[in-house]
């Protein structure tokens, strides 16, 4: 079982940095291995949305079609896979702190075909890849000063 937590506090609107984040058309922009999104569920983004993304992670190419299973605009973002060698759900989270916003992302899951062991080992390569993933969030949003969503 995986189980990562990362955090950052991001100098920007609570609204703001949730639905930039939350947008998977942004997500190839702040998330160093994701490759490309596409939306394929028609309309806004609700409980119920698809989303399909390709990704490399640990020299291999993923692609993987995410569900949104809770979406609390603003506050919540629950995604969940259950396909593909890697089944993961990745949450994330923003709350108010000192006038920023403090995201948590995490992700979670039992790597089919690996071993236990492989996924403590992953753990940590996880976390890398997230703790870069939010600083580059925090810098684009930082670096903007009001942007376009």
């Known amino acids: 079982m995986v189980n990562v937590l990362t955090e950052i506090v991001i100098n920007r609107p609570r609204a ?42 640990l020299g291999r190419e993923l692609k993987y079609t995410y569900e949104f299973v809770e979406y609390v605009p603003g506050e919540k973002l629950v995604m969940r896979t259950a396909q593909g060698p890697f089944p993961m759900q990745t949450t994330y989270t923003w709350t108010d702190d000192d006038g920023g916003t403090r995201m948590s992302l995490r992700n979670s899951g039992s790597p089919s075909g690996f071993s236990r062991l492989a996924g403590l080992v992953m753990e940590p390569s996880i976390r890398r890849e997230n703790r870069k993933d939010l600083q580059k969030l925090k810098s684009i949003l930082e670096g903007r000063g009001q942007i376009r969503l």
Do not use: C
């Open 16 to 57: 703001e940095v949730a639905e930039y984040a939350a947008n998977p058309d942004n997500a190839p922009k702040w998330y160093v291995n994701i490759h490309s999104s596409q939306r394929l569920s028609p309309g806004s983004l609700d409980t119920g949305s698809m989303v399909a993304f390709t990704a490399k992670f």
